[in-house]
């Protein structure tokens, strides 16, 4: 049987976030919203879209990329010229606009469902995943490889950075040993850009704040 194919770094990253039967989030909305936020920009940095420089934001290439979720993010970084912090950036995806985003394009590939359940009140809608094989794939493949010594791709890398950032690899790299993580960590410092480290380092400290907050 073969492996599910490989999904953008955003879609990857909502697959490894929810339980892979009923879909329910690993991670708070906040911090989600954060990993997915990050992961967009990601997105875009690896379609040569947009760079990162320090802490801003620049858009190099105002193109639509032929993915509706990265082109309404690109298109809102176009129209809001001088305004590309990337802590701004990525508090204004998490309120919700980068999951709906991340979720429409899992949906229109089918593999996220669309749940409603109605209350005396009011509908609840969630998304369960389709397939829960292909749900769990990127954590899997992640893990695999790692444990394995393989190469990861740039947006493995993307995936698995955004996975510690958040959390995540609480529930999804657990297995992995010290000399597994090792080997992870050695892949960073060879072969993930600059920039996208940045971006990552970035996200994991909007998500320090964000649990701080939270707690406070």
Do not use: C
């Not at 995806?93 to 709906?100: F, M």
């Not at 850009?193 to 940045?198: D, I, K, Y």
């Not at 998500?207 to 707690?215: F, S, T």
Request: without cysteine.
């Amino acid at each position: 049987m073969a492996s599910p194919p490989q999904l953008p770094p955003a879609d990857d990253l909502y697959l490894t976030a929810h339980d892979t039967i009923r879909g329910k989030s690993l991670l708070s909305p906040a911090t989600l919203g954060l990993g997915l936020g990050a992961a967009l920009l990601g997105e875009l940095m690896l379609w040569r879209r947009v760079d990162l420089i320090e802490t801003e934001l620049v858009v190099i290439d105002e193109r639509p990329t032929g993915d509706a979720a990265t082109t309404a993010v690109l298109e809102q970084l176009r129209r809001e010229a001088g305004q590309h912090g990337v802590r701004n950036w990525l508090a204004y995806l998490s309120t919700g606009i980068a999951t709906d985003l991340v979720e429409r394009r899992l949906a229109r590939i089918g593999l996220i469902k669309r749940v409603e359940k109605r209350g005396l009140l009011s509908t609840k809608v969630s998304f369960v995943p389709a397939d829960s094989m292909t749900a769990g794939w990127p954590a899997t493949r992640l893990r695999t490889k790692v444990s394995r010594d393989e190469a990861l791709d740039v947006a493995d890398l993307l995936l698995a950075g955004l996975i510690l950032a958040t959390g995540l690899d609480q529930h999804v790299l657990a297995t992995l040993n010290a000399r597994d993580r090792a080997r992870l960590f050695d892949q960073f410092r060879r072969h993930f850009p600059a920039m996208l480290q940045q971006l990552v380092a970035q996200a994991e400290a909007a998500v320090g704040d964000a649990v701080m907050a939270r707690r406070a």
